[in-house]
């Protein structure tokens, strides 16, 4: 019974001197960057889906994912019909906020949605390839279709899809567009 407390006061003892050791390493570490205190950082405030900034890092850790582990990855870009890019600010951001509810609603958590311009949203199919992603583009075509014809809008969504590895130089240059285009 001796040895019970004994084990049981030491191994008190070195949680204690973990703890604490823990607690002053942690106070001299560098301090939080502005994204690690506010996740808001990320988000477009307007449709309140990932922004540009974001979206592009996660782009560049698929691609990476895909030469480590060879796991393929498909992006989508939302395209709006003429009449519907044309609308005045407020008209076009609030529309962007219903497209945007549609998108978050209907794609996966590991799926990633993102403002990338004015009237813009990309999605990133995360795992999945080219005949994979065409399953909840087809839904989010015919959710956003009906939506347009509610608002009394002319005109179809369109996606554009590319596909990684398949079609690597068509993403490469989407990144570097949207990279060298002014910010939103």
Do not use: C
């Amino acid at each position: 019974m001796e040895w019970f407390f004994l084990i049981t006061g030491v191994v008190l003892v070195a949680l204690v001197i973990v703890y604490f050791r823990g607690r002053k390493t942690s106070s001299t570490q560098a301090p939080l960057t502005p994204t690690e205190i506010d996740p808001y950082l990320l988000i477009d405030k307007e449709t309140n889906l990932y922004n540009r900034r974001f979206f592009l890092r996660r782009l560049q850790e698929e691609i990476h994912r895909f030469q480590r582990y060879q796991s393929p990855f498909s992006l989508a870009v939302l395209k709006l019909p003429p009449p519907v890019e044309s609308l005045e600010d407020a008209r076009l951001n609030s529309l962007l906020r219903r497209v945007a509810s549609i998108v978050e609603k209907d794609i996966r958590l590991t799926d990633l949605a993102s403002r990338y311009d004015r009237a813009g949203i990309a999605i990133l199919f995360s795992m999945t390839g080219r005949l994979s992603a065409d399953i909840p583009i087809f839904r989010l075509k015919e959710k956003i279709d009906q939506l347009f014809k509610a608002e009394n809008l002319e005109g179809e969504a369109n996606f554009l899809v590319y596909s990684y590895p398949e079609q690597a130089q068509k993403i490469e240059d989407f990144i570097n567009k949207i990279s060298q285009s002014e910010a939103v």
